[in-house]
């Protein structure tokens, strides 16, 4: 039902600039996730779409129009707020109601879509209460009722699950993804939560001060980061790092490990390598000295420091083995397929080869 | 209360001398602040030559509806009910007033970014310094000018800005969460709206605490009235009772006074029982 388009958004309080310029294309009933972490503007970013944040230079489209100077109400958007922002003294009807109260629907069509969205979301019991007499997950759905009822072309998330248990996030996050395909309606959801992140999005949108990451599928940043904070960022365990010297397709570490990485490179580069992706290998050329282990049951983390010929650069080395490992390991080597490499250079940026 | 002192389940086990001696305590604080309201009563159901002959009657008198009837209707300058009238026109104007002045220029100072929107706040802040006797007697040149002199409107008016009210509103609004303001604006609430449909629904009960206290500042303005009122039918109660008063060797209907003033104690008890669930929730909820 509708497309949403930034283009080179800039945000500035006084002279202070929160968002440098922000491209992104949103395709009809795509389910977008911008995440990062606190402070990085994606609030910002949201509430500009929203239009209750103006813009500082740049273009807010929604399906191709321009709304930089719409009010929010005239945007055809609904939005759903991290504590709710339920009308504490109205009902659940009441409050699911009110914008179409506002609109001048006729009563009869209120009381209809009304009914309609609160069945969805299993609030039909629950419509003469307020919200004080709701738990938190009822009130969660009654924020999204609200925004339901509008018929909105777009949906915009403000970090709604982060008031819940986890329990109930996980039950919620399925909720909103299906509820989302059902009404086939375009999203956008501000999360900081990397998890919430990879299992909502169709794409995701990284933000890191301001600054656009990277935008692309969660299997994409996962396999190929764009820059070294989206490696950090998406994945647990966090993606190992280790600063090497490239020469060719070799890379020396500054533990003195040599490793072959097929891809071409000079001077100064940071490896990459996610936890996951070691391999227990007696001629590896990674050797760790182990200095705790984490047993998860179906995986074992390993935590050490990556033991090198100089023993000088002791760089942090977490490693993930499925199976339950009981023994050190110091001393057993661990190898890593070339394909699993990242090479990024001394900016951040991802080398290619 | 009883049983929770009987089974001394409280903090400090009270039993047997201790309550008796609190009770006692208590009983006699409280006929210490009643008796001189008892007097009155006495004194308003007996006539005028029991009165001043010694020793002063102690028990109530057969006269009660005789004197109430008299002062109600014939009062010694006007007829009381025609001041209790003023009284209530005045009380209620300043405290409908105040209420409604303040919650507007809160809702102002909260929720509109406009120049010198600070030093607005201040300005208003300051006034809390300035109590109705620093600036009486400008006042009363304006209202003179205005001709409002033996009015209702001069009554009220100079009365009717209220920087305490403003400062209590203004305080609430700022704790009502930022997101119901931005929740209402994408459901097309224009300010306005927000304001009707949301923010005064949200501050009824802090509306109903401060219309006791202001009411009760209204009904017991002693000084303004009596400056700005000269013709008794504009009177009000509490000024009216100090005009009975006799000076000099007048003699005057003292039962009827002693009525009077008890009339004129009634209303504002009548608005705490009536309003004091309200006004308590109003004092220490927070409902959000």
């Known amino acids: ?353 | 209360m009883g049983t929770v002192f009987g089974t001394g389940s409280g903090m400090v086990e009270k039993r047997g001398k201790a309550l008796w001696l609190t009770h006692v305590c208590m009983i006699i604080a409280i006929a210490f602040i009643c008796f001189p309201i008892y007097l009155a009563f006495v004194a308003s159901s007996v006539q005028q030559s029991e009165l001043v002959k010694p020793p002063m009657p102690l028990l109530p008198g057969s006269h009660l509806f005789e004197n109430y009837k008299e002062a109600l209707f014939t009062g010694i300058n006007a007829p009381v009910w025609k001041m209790l009238m003023n009284s209530m026109i005045m009380g209620m104007g300043i405290a409908i007033g105040k209420i409604i002045i303040s919650l507007l220029s809160a809702f102002a100072i909260v929720y509109f970014r406009f120049p010198f929107r600070g030093v607005f706040f201040w300005l208003i802040f300051l006034t809390l310094m300035l109590p109705v006797e620093v600036r009486i007697v400008p006042t009363y040149e304006v209202v003179a000018n205005f001709g409002m002199l033996n009015s209702y409107s001069g009554l009220i008016l100079p009365l009717v800005a209220s920087a305490t009210a403003t400062f209590l509103f203004r305080q609430f609004y700022m704790t009502v969460p930022d997101e119901l303001a931005e929740a209402a604006r994408i459901d097309g609430a224009r300010p306005m709206r927000f304001f009707f449909d949301i923010l005064l629904p949200m501050s009824r009960t802090n509306i109903a605490a401060l219309f006791v206290i202001l009411f009760i500042y209204g009904w017991n303005q002693y000084l303004w009235p009596l400056l700005i009122t000269t013709d008794p039918e504009m009177n009000t109660i509490v000024m009216g009772i100090k005009q009975m008063i006799p000076s000099g060797d007048d003699l005057r209907n003292w039962p009827v006074i002693m009525a009077t003033a008890l009339l004129a104690m009634l209303p504002p008890v009548l608005v705490v029982v009536v309003m004091q669930n309200l006004f308590i929730k109003g004092l220490v909820d927070t409902e959000k």
């Not at chain 1, 039909?124 to 925004?147: H, I």
């Not at chain 1, 509820?179 to 375009?186: A, K, M």
């Not at chain 1, 001077?267 to 282990?293: C, I, Q, W, Y």
């Open chain 1, 1 to 353: 039902m509708a497309t949403v388009s930034l283009k080179s958004l800039k945000k500035s309080y006084g002279r202070d600039e929160v968002l440098h310029g922000i491209d992104i294309d949103i395709a009809d009933r795509e389910f977008i996730v911008v995440v990062g972490p606190s402070g990085c503007g994606k609030s910002t970013l949201l509430r500009m779409i929203a239009g209750l944040e103006t813009v500082t230079s740049g273009d807010v489209l929604i399906n191709d129009e321009n709304v930089n100077q719409h009010e929010p109400m005239d945007r055809n958007i609904a939005m759903v707020f991290q504590n709710y922002a339920l009308y504490p003294h109205m009902t659940v009807y009441n409050n699911m109601a009110y914008s179409l109260k506002i609109a001048g629907t006729p009563k009869a069509e209120i009381k209809e879509r009304v009914e309609r969205a609160a069945q969805l979301l299993q609030l039909t019991e629950y419509l003469q209460r307020r919200p004080r007499q709701l738990s938190g997950g009822q009130r969660q759905r009654v924020a999204m009722g609200r925004a339901i009822v509008r018929k909105p072309a777009v949906f915009l998330f403000d970090e709604p699950l982060s008031n819940l248990d986890a329990k109930l996030r996980v039950q919620m996050r399925l909720e909103i993804r299906k509820l989302q395909r059902e009404l086939g309606v375009t999203a956008v959801y501000v999360t900081h939560d990397q998890v919430e992140a990879m299992t909502l999005g169709d794409r995701l949108v990284v933000l890191n001060d301001g600054y656009l990451e990277q935008f692309g599928s969660p299997i994409e940043l996962y396999q190929r980061p764009a820059t070294l904070f989206v490696a950090r960022f998406i994945g647990s365990p966090a993606m190992n790092i280790f600063d090497g010297m490239a020469d060719g397709t070799q890379v020396t570490l500054d533990g003195g490990v040599r490793i072959d990485t097929g891809i071409a490179a000079s001077g100064r580069v940071k490896v990459g390598v996610r936890p996951e992706h070691f391999v227990a290998d007696t001629n590896g050329a990674f050797k760790v000295n182990t200095s705790m282990l984490e047993q998860l049951g179906s995986n074992t983390l390993v935590h050490g420091t990556l033991a090198g010929a100089s023993g000088a650069g002791a760089a942090e080395i977490v490693v993930s083995l499925p199976g339950i490992h009981t023994e050190a390991m110091v001393g057993e080597g661990l190898s890593v397929a070339p394909s699993e490499l990242h090479l990024f250079d001394p900016d951040g940026k991802r080398i290619d080869g």
